[in-house]
């Protein structure tokens, strides 16, 4: 198969052979689900609950800057490298998916998260459904999510939730829809766009009411509709808050 082959590309190709089965992207790495900030009383802290913030904290909104793209090791680069050879020398080989997802995996570890949602692109291309373009989808959303893109995250955990049936990666995908859109309202609530970021809690809170962020989006809700000077709008999302979520621990005991 290799024969003609420049030696180099030869050793690459069989490299890449070598570890199809023995690499794989790694798993999403999850956020916290919630806060579990203390009591608001009349003396409180009227700061927005943060997504992640740590136990019994009412913490600002907002978070670090997205992770800044790496230079490649050399041994990444020769990881690529590998993977290209392979697919050059075995056009329409079973294991081009496999292949792409090593390819994938080394660029999305590299926080090269365009470069890598390419490659996720040319699996789905060539599949639509399976393992392989599970992954693929996954790894896209999350890649959205660390760039703090949390719309078009939430998107791709939507199309993951579609394609997972009834397994644990659907109840994954709805996790991460409902904390993708409750970060998305932190952000409007940084930029001072109460009113988008009232939407996208109450989203929250309407939408998965059973998730463990649901009161916290209520209550983030109705701070936002304070800061709008929307008092109607505010009492109700508190009166939702009390109704639905008797053991939040952001109500008064």
């Known amino acids: 198969t290799y024969r003609g082959l ?7 190709a069989a490299a890449c052979f070598l570890i199809i089965g023995c690499t794989k992207p790694p798993p999403p790495s999850m956020t ?3 806060a579990k900030p203390g009591p608001r009383g009349d003396s409180a802290d009227t700061h927005s609950v943060s997504l992640g913030a740590s136990e019994k904290k009412i913490a600002k909104t907002g978070d670090s800057p997205a992770p800044a793209p790496q230079k490649l090791s050399p041994a990444s680069r020769l990881m690529i490298k590998a993977c290209d050879n392979y697919l050059a020398i075995n056009p329409g080989s079973a294991k ?64 993951l939730k579609d394609m997972a049936g009834e397994s644990g990666d659907k109840q994954e995908a709805v996790v991460r829809i409902a904390e993708s859109i409750f ?39 109705g701070l936002a509709y304070e800061k709008l000077t929307e008092w109607s709008k505010s009492i109700l999302m508190y009166q939702r808050l009390l109704q639905k979520y008797l053991s939040s621990k952001l109500l008064p005991k």
């Not at 420049?6 to 690459?12: A, F, G, R, T, V």
């Not at 496999?98 to 090269?112: C, D, P």
């Not at 309202?185 to 009411?209: G, I, T």
């Open 6 to 12: 420049p030696m180099s590309m030869k050793l690459s």
């Open 32 to 34: 916290a689900l919630a």
């Open 96 to 159: 081009t998916s496999e292949v792409l997802l090593i390819t994938a995996s080394v660029l999305y570890n590299g926080k090269l998260f365009e470069q890598s949602r390419a490659a996720y692109k040319a699996i789905l291309d060539s599949e639509s459904k399976g393992p392989h373009a599970l992954e693929a989808v996954r790894m896209t959303a999350q890649s959205f999510y660390e760039e703090k893109r949390f719309d078009e995250a939430q998107a791709w955990y939507r199309r």
């Open 183 to 221: 970060k998305l309202a932190e952000s409007y609530d940084q930029q001072q766009r109460f009113k988008d970021a009232a939407a996208e809690y109450e989203r929250v809170a309407l939408e998965f009411s059973d998730a463990k962020i649901a009161d916290a989006a209520l209550f983030n809700a």
